[in-house]
Structures are given as C-alpha cells and as structure tokens.
C-alpha cells in the first residue's frame, strides 16, 4: 500500500514479506489498522463512525489501533 501526504513520513518503508510476497515477515499492519491510520491523517477519530447491524452498534474499524510508526 501505498501512503503519502497527510502527515505520514516521507522516503520510509514500514513493514517486510518473504521473498515471494506472501508471508509478513516484520511489523504486520492489519487492514482495519490501515483503515485506522488512513482516518487519523484525514483528521477523523476512527472510534466514532459506526453502524447499525441487528439492533447493534459496530466501529467501522473495529477494535483497530492508529500505526503511529508512520506518522510523522
């Protein structure tokens, strides 16, 4: 994936895969921690949006965490 702008840091790789690309071998970042990250640099708290489903109220990302390793 790739980020730029918004608060994260210039000319830096975070994260690393097996030679074919398919394992994480170093710092995983799950999607909903993306999706968390990518919200914080749009200045939005990805704890408050939710969604109703059967009379219950979910966070769009889940019980996910800012990587704040890619912020400036």
């Known amino acids: 994936m790739w980020l730029a702008g918004g608060g994260v840091k ?3 790789s ?3 895969t097996d030679d074919y690309c398919y394992n994480v071998v170093a710092n995983p970042a799950p999607v909903h921690d ?3 990250t990518i919200l914080r640099c749009l200045g ?3 704890r408050k949006p939710t ?3 059967q009379g219950r109220g979910f966070r769009l990302t889940d019980v996910a965490e800012v990587v704040k390793d890619v912020l400036v």
């Open 51 to 53: 969604y109703k489903y």
């Open 14 to 16: 975070f994260g690393e």
């Open 34 to 36: 993306l999706q968390a």
């Open 44 to 46: 939005v708290d990805h």
């Open 10 to 12: 210039r000319g830096f």
